[in-house]
């Protein structure tokens, strides 16, 4: 038996969209604001560039994947601190997989 879409829960079994209202989604759930993020990332990336530091951002705040590696695509961050290894899970690998296709002198369109 097949699921229908109305017995599929927004941000259970479906990803939130813009718009959807606060009591529509499941909890937990990440949810940010887009323009905030970006500026906070690009801070972020001067502040270190500044400094004249590595930014390694720790991933506990919003444990996503695909916020890791927007920090590292257009951060300037070299990577991820995660407390424990298990914390890493999923990005670390997207990151090695990525960092292997470069090695190789392949990228992908995620990579660029």
Same mark, same amino acid.
């Given at each position: 038996?097949? =699921? =229908?879409?109305?017995?599929?829960?927004?941000?259970?079994?479906?990803?939130?969209?813009?718009?959807?209202?606060?009591?529509?989604?499941?909890?937990?759930?990440?949810?940010?604001?887009?323009?905030?993020?970006?500026?906070?990332?690009?801070?972020?990336?001067?502040?270190?560039?500044?400094?004249?530091?590595?930014?390694?951002?720790?991933?506990?705040?919003?444990?996503?994947?695909?916020?890791?590696?927007?920090?590292?695509?257009?951060?300037?961050?070299?990577?991820?601190?995660?407390?424990?290894?298990?914390?890493?899970? =999923?990005?670390?690998?997207?990151?090695?997989?990525?960092?292997?296709?470069?090695?190789?002198?392949?990228?992908?369109?995620?990579?660029?």
């Amino acid at each position: 038996m097949t =699921s =229908s879409p109305k017995d599929l829960d927004i941000g259970y079994d479906l990803p939130a969209s813009v718009g959807d209202t606060i009591d529509d989604i499941q909890t937990p759930a990440l949810i940010i604001d887009l323009d905030a993020f970006e500026r906070n990332v690009g801070r972020m990336k001067a502040y270190a560039e500044a400094m004249g530091v590595r930014l390694r951002p720790h991933a506990k705040t919003h444990k996503s994947a695909e916020i890791a590696l927007y920090q590292m695509a257009n951060g300037g961050a070299v990577g991820i601190c995660c407390q424990k290894v298990s914390g890493g899970g =999923s990005t670390g690998a997207r990151w090695r997989d990525r960092r292997a296709r470069r090695q190789r002198g392949r990228r992908s369109e995620e990579d660029r």
